[in-house]
């Protein structure tokens, strides 16, 4: 039996996807002006973020390559057959599903797209992440091409958001903070960081899937950290038990087909000591006047570099420990972080009309010295054509999150 290296296959009918036909066709339409701007014949996208961001569809590697190829005339996405015809129903597009049967047919699928058409002269891929690997075999089959990169141009296209994706994203923030309030209702001397993020997880879960019925569900998270282990942002929780006067940082991360958002609160159990309470009340304020300064015009860098004053004129801008915020979209913990959007020194980006940014100070005072902990605050603003909407509605600071517990 001679079995194909790769195939089509239809399987069911198309499914809703988080976007409307006419939006995917937009983000593709504006991709191909930059290909024509960059006289690019093919791109070959093998991120999750960008092959979602085009096509709607987010797969799951496991070791395995996957890619979309968008020439000026056809754009289809490229699978591992063992996800069957799944790849083809969350695709806005057409689908390629290769074989495993011999070594590389994931190259010859990406050849078959293009067919009897000219060869492409340029070729644009991801840099920031294809493999060396990966480079080396596609740069092989295509060896009278010249390739350049287009990460950059992809993320500048993501960066400005369409009323559709700030619909997601509004959700989203909306979703964190139901999962917020699930959590403080949890919260209790004696419960442990794993149960309480529970909680919060399965209440966002559940809100999803009725705000998205038709959509997959994947990815949402809580990170509910206490004591020493609030002191790096991305902690993962641990089976630690909460103690009388424990300083506490609530992390809600609600997933909506690949589009993140997030809730952070510092927090107190019972109690909150005189020195604690200062360096609470000092990370409050540069949160506050953060807040303020996000609206259109304004420079990324300078954002930060006031901030910083303010936090040494509080005695605490040694303790700080990343940026002040960044943009949001098809973004997660292991794909599509959008560089060129962050509130930090060396980012002279300048805020636009439907950017979408966080404004998370924090700072770290070392386990030994009074109040030690990690401090975070974290609310989402869309940026409007003369301010900003923050769309984070869960209250902060020692008046509200001081919980009895």
Known sequence: MERPDFFTLKNGEKVKLPFSNKEYDQRVSKLRSVMDKNNIDMIILTSMHNIAYYTGFIYCSFGRPYGCVITNKKISTISANIDASQPWRRSHCDNIIYTDW???????????IIGRDD???????????????????IRSI?????????????????????????????????????GGEEIVKNIKEGATELEIAISGRDKMEREIAITYPDAEYMDTWVWFQSGINTDGAHNPKTNRKLVNGDILSLNTFPMI???????????????????SLK?????????????ELIKPGVKCSDICNELNELFAELGYLQYRTFGYGHSFGVLSHFYGREAGLELREDIDTVLEENMVVSMEPMILIPEG???????????ILVIGKNGSENITKFPFGPEHNIVKG
């Open 369 to 379: 010295k009074p109040g030690a902990g990690g401090y975070r605050e974290h609310d």
């Open 279 to 291: 360096a609470w009340e000092a990370n409050v304020k540069v949160h506050k006047r953060g807040l």
């Open 142 to 178: 295509f060896s009278f091409s010249v390739f350049s990169d287009i990460s950059k141009e992809l993320m500048k296209l993501r960066m400005i958001k369409s009323d559709e994706e700030i619909k997601i994203i509004k959700n989203g923030a909306r979703i964190a903070d139901i």
């Open 257 to 275: 087909s690949g589009y993140y958002t997030a809730l952070e609160r510092t927090l107190f159990l019972n109690s909150v000591d005189n020195q």
């Open 119 to 137: 060869p492409p002269k340029n070729i644009g891929i991801e840099n920031d992440h294809v493999t060396l690997e990966m480079s080396e075999k």
């Open 102 to 112: 011999k070594r590389d047919n994931f190259l010859k699928a990406i050849v078959s």
